[in-house]
């Protein structure tokens, strides 16, 4: 409970924030148009941990919606200013370099002239990506002539259509879950309850069988669910530790492995597993869950007197 | 004289092999239990039986200063055990030595 009250289980260790990659700014700039119906929600939910207040403040609208009945799975990020504009990175070069100059004493001149340069190629870039977007616009440049069209127009082309022709599937790279946490509480010294075990299973559509399997053979321990229909397990977890191991699940066992959609149904067939997705229409199989090899770590008195 | 061509050769003869010696799907996996109190069991199942564990173990008990074994299963092998959360040394040692692939170690656990 104390840390973000919203968990998003695709959270990858706070990584991938300053990835300028413009398909994904383009792709933004779509789903902002595309998701308006879901949106209100998900304006403060970018999933970094250090959104504390907004998640929080977001929680009690979750809650409400939740008692609707109306399972929010699957958000699709906000269109919030993730992928700076195209200046931004230059200008802060120009920062370091002013810093620079105000901590080191280098020589004045050599670091003026690398500002120079910096600023005839930012130049030189803007000029780069005019002549680009102009490309874009006029689209297949290459009909009509001889020429052979080039990779990057091929690409382009091929992500233009797609987006065009499937705006939910392109977007669907982005698609996270939102759902609430784990609810962690130790009870005596020895167990530990997952209380909204069962909340969480209806959450993932899978059965509790299935994820129990999986959380006791990755913690390596056992438990069973009570009459309150919570989860006890062996040994002391916090909160955190229960997150990790949801969030494996949720990668293995319920978003697709082509599209990353939620929207996915999991198969037994001749005793193995397949995900099989309702948004991209993949179907693969998928890790049996194994406790594998168990070490002994009982009393050696009580192990002893089982042998003898 | 001999023609090469008609040397019998199982060219599957290596794949036979390996998939006998890993009872398994061929991957490393590397677990953590809880032990009594805060105390922790790091395990490491699935090396190849080619290697001599013995020494395996005694090299991480001396790199990592832990305690170790190596713990005979009928279904899975050796088994190396080290005392504490080792995960992260076991892996990057498995990894450095060259003993594993990178792709080939499984971290479960929390
Ligand atoms: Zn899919």
Known sequence: ?308 | MSIQNLNTYDPFADAIKSSEDDVQDGLVHVRIQQRNGRKTLTTVQGLSSEYDLKKIVRACKKEFACNGTVVEHPEYGEVLQLQGDQRENICQWLTKSGLVKPEQLKVHGF
């Open chain 1, 1 to 308: 409970m104390d840390d973000d009250m919203v968990f998003d289980p695709s959270l990858k260790k706070k990584k991938k924030k300053k990835t300028g990659f413009d398909i994904d700014a383009a792709l933004a700039g779509e789903q902002g148009e595309s998701t308006s119906v879901e949106a209100p929600a998900g304006t403060g939910d970018v999933d970094l941990p250090e959104d504390d207040n907004l998640d929080l403040d977001n929680f009690g609208k979750k809650k409400k919606k939740k008692k609707k009945g109306v399972f929010n799975m699957e958000e699709l990020e906000s269109t919030l200013p993730e992928t700076p504009p195209a200046e931004e990175p230059e200008q802060q070069e120009d920062e370091v370099i002013d810093d620079l100059d105000l901590d080191i004493d280098f020589s004045k001149t050599k670091k003026k002239k690398k500002k120079k340069n910096i600023e005839e190629l930012v130049l030189e870039d803007d000029k780069g990506e005019d002549q680009e977007n102009v490309e874009d616009v006029s689209g297949d440049l290459w009909s009509g002539t001889d020429r052979d069209y080039t990779y990057d127009e091929l690409l382009e082309r091929v992500f233009d259509i797609m987006r065009e022709k499937n705006p939910s599937m392109v977007s669907g790279k982005k698609q996270k879950f939102i759902m609430r946490p784990p609810q962690v509480v130790r009870i005596g010294t020895k167990k530990t309850s997952f209380a909204n075990f069962t909340e969480i299973c209806k959450t993932l559509h899978r059965q509790p069988k299935h994820l129990l399997d999986f959380l006791l053979a990755e913690l390596g321990t056992s438990g069973s669910v009570d009459g309150n229909s919570q989860l006890i397990i062996k040994g002391r977890f916090q909160q955190k530790q229960i997150e990790n191991v949801l969030r494996r699940y949720i990668k293995e066992y319920v978003t697709c492995h082509t599209c990353r959609s939620p929207d996915t149904i999991l198969q037994k067939d001749t005793r193995l597993f397949f995900l099989q997705c309702e948004t991209c229409g993949s179907r693969c199989s998928v890790a049996s869950i194994k406790s594998g090899f168990q070490a002994v770590t009982g009393k050696r008195a009580a192990i002893r007197a089982k042998t003898a």
